[in-house]
């Protein structure tokens, strides 16, 4: 359990660094839209609360696996589009193809 611990902390420190320098978005629950009922604005494409519950849901596993405070909001950047939402598919043992069109779906 250390280990993972330590790989996730290392995970988590490069894709600060990389987000950092890409100009990172953060998500931020004030620029919801209206339309949507809490889907954020950075989600761009099809609204569909049953995708984005189900994508939710995963990064809500990945928080309560490792109890790392930013897990769950790097694991919803880019609506779902980063690579740490990638990194937690694998963690849950997810299928990963599967949920990456989701992602896609509703971030386009």
């Not at 100009?23 to 494409?45: I, T």
Request: glycine letters at 4%; one cysteine or more; aromatic letters at 10%.
């Amino acid at each position: 359990m250390d280990n993972e611990r330590e790989m996730l902390s290392i995970i988590l420190l490069l894709l600060a660094l990389v987000n950092i320098s890409n100009g990172f978005l953060v998500w931020d629950n004030s620029a919801q839209s209206k339309r949507n009922s809490g889907m954020p604005e950075v989600c761009r494409g099809r609204y569909d609360a049953a995708i984005f519950t189900q994508l939710e849901n995963i990064c809500e596993d990945c928080y309560n696996l490792y109890k790392e405070p930013d897990v769950h909001q790097l694991c919803r950047s880019e609506c779902f589009g980063s690579s740490f939402f990638k990194q937690c598919l694998e963690a849950l043992l997810m299928v990963e193809d599967e949920y990456v069109n989701m992602a896609e779906i509703i971030g386009k």
